[in-house]
Every structure is written in structure tokens, then in C-alpha cells.
T-cell receptor
Framework: NAGVTQTPKFRVLKTGQSMTLLCAQD?????MYWYRQDPGMGLRLIHY???????AKGEVPDGYNVSRLKKQNFLLGLESAAPSQTSVYFC???????????????FGPGTRLLVL | EDQVTQSPEALRLQEGESSSLNCSYT??????LFWYRQDPGKGPEFLFT???AGEEKEKERLKATLTKKESFLHITAPKPEDSATYLC???????????FGTGTSLTVIP
């Protein structure tokens, strides 16, 4: 099992450009999450999904969109990148609802994004 | 407002010098408290989940405990390979969102 994978690992964008970050998991998890991690701020939830075809806003959703067309994939889009979106982005997934360990999150290796 | 505060921000220990990391939280209706380890340039790695006050979990040199207002991660006789940032997070009963603290950066000196 690869677990949670993220593509790309690193990207440099110019202000106003768009891009999509891809997260894939092979653990058959229902729940998937996108976080950003900034120095001194900790991990902050951007958007999450509780199942295929569903998405919901987290703590810092502005400037981002997401889609969960397939259960194993969760895409994060930046329509018009801004320098404030320079960060490390982590995807996570967790097990189906109803199990005692549902909430255990498994994280990907991260995508480092620099917006100039 | 839900808050998770970790202390200290940074901790330097000599190899073998035991200590504790603190995670205090204010949340209405705690579903669970989670501890993660994060190495530089990598994603967080799950360590423990605690669900109720008084609960304890152990793994090698680490032991996590939970009270109604805080959790401690005790590190006994640490080794240099324990150097990492330790994160805690809380999950409310009525939600799907996790709230993370800013972490404690632990350095263990040989």
C-alpha cells in the first residue's frame, strides 16, 4: 500500500496563475482533508470531504476549491494564486465512519508551494 | 472558540533526560485527542488517540495521558531519534474538523 500520495512535491507559481494539487489514497477511506501548514500557525483545515461527491469548508477555505469525483482522489485547486498561499499543503484521509478508530488521520508527504 | 495550545514551543533534552510535553484544549464536547509526530519535510505520523479523561496510551519511550483540560506526552529516556515536532489535535463530538496545536519542537542531544 502506498498510503496517501500527493502530486506534485514542489511547485513555483506566479501571482494569478492556477494549479491543481492531487491527493490519492489506497486505503478505501471515506474521509479526506486538505490542510495548509505555515510557521507558527500549525495545521489549518482548508476543505474536507466525508464521501465521494461531497465537500465542505474548513477553517481557511477562501481562494481554494476542491472536488471529490472519485473516492480515492481529492483535488485542491487554486484559481488565481496569491503570495499569501505560499505554504506547505498536506492531504489526509481517515477510515469509514462507524469504526472506533474512524478519526485516525493518515497524512501524505506534503506539497511545497511558492507563489511569487 | 475551540483552542489547542501546546507548550513549550521548543524543548532541548540531553539523551536520557525525561520530560513532558503539554497540550491544553478548550472545546465543547471532546470526541478525541490525537498526538502526531512530524519529521522535517514530512507529513505528520499518527502516534496516539485518547478518548476519555484518565486514559493512557504507551508506545516505546512515549506515554500519552488525558485529563478534562489537557494532555501530556511523556518521553522517558529519550534518544536522538526522538527529535521531531510533536503535534496534538482535538476532534469535537459534533464535527468532522480537527483543530491542531502549533506543536512542540523536540531536540534530543547525544
Amino acid at each position: 500500500n502506498a498510503g496517501v500520495t500527493q502530486t506534485p512535491k514542489f511547485r513555483v507559481l506566479k501571482t494569478g496563475q492556477s494549479m491543481t494539487l492531487l491527493c490519492a489514497q489506497d486505503m478505501n477511506h471515506e474521509y479526506m482533508y486538505w490542510y495548509r501548514q505555515d510557521p507558527g500557525m500549525g495545521l489549518r483545515l482548508i476543505h474536507y470531504s466525508v464521501g465521494e461527491g461531497t465537500t465542505a469548508k474548513g477553517e481557511v477555505p477562501d481562494g481554494y476549491n476542491v472536488s471529490r469525483l472519485k473516492k480515492q482522489n481529492f483535488l485542491l485547486g487554486l484559481e488565481s494564486a496569491a503570495p499569501s498561499q505560499t505554504s506547505v499543503y498536506f492531504c489526509a484521509s481517515s477510515r469509514p465512519a462507524g469504526l472506533a478508530t474512524r478519526e485516525t488521520q493518515y497524512f501524505g508527504p506534503g506539497t511545497r508551494l511558492l507563489v511569487l | 472558540e475551540d483552542q489547542v495550545t501546546q507548550s513549550p514551543e521548543a524543548l532541548r533534552l540531553q539523551e536520557g533526560e525525561s520530560s513532558s510535553l503539554n497540550c491544553s484544549y478548550t472545546v465543547s464536547g471532546l470526541r478525541g485527542l490525537f498526538w502526531y509526530r512530524q519529521d522535517p519535510g514530512k507529513g505528520p505520523e499518527f502516534l496516539f488517540t485518547l478518548y476519555s479523561a484518565g486514559e493512557e496510551k504507551e508506545k516505546e519511550r512515549l506515554k500519552a495521558t488525558l485529563t478534562k483540560k489537557e494532555s501530556f506526552l511523556h518521553i522517558t529516556a529519550p534518544k536522538p531519534e526522538d527529535s521531531a515536532t510533536y503535534l496534538c489535535a482535538v476532534l469535537r463530538n459534533d464535527g468532522n474538523q480537527f483543530y491542531f496545536g502549533t506543536g512542540t519542537s523536540l531536540t534530543v542531544i547525544p
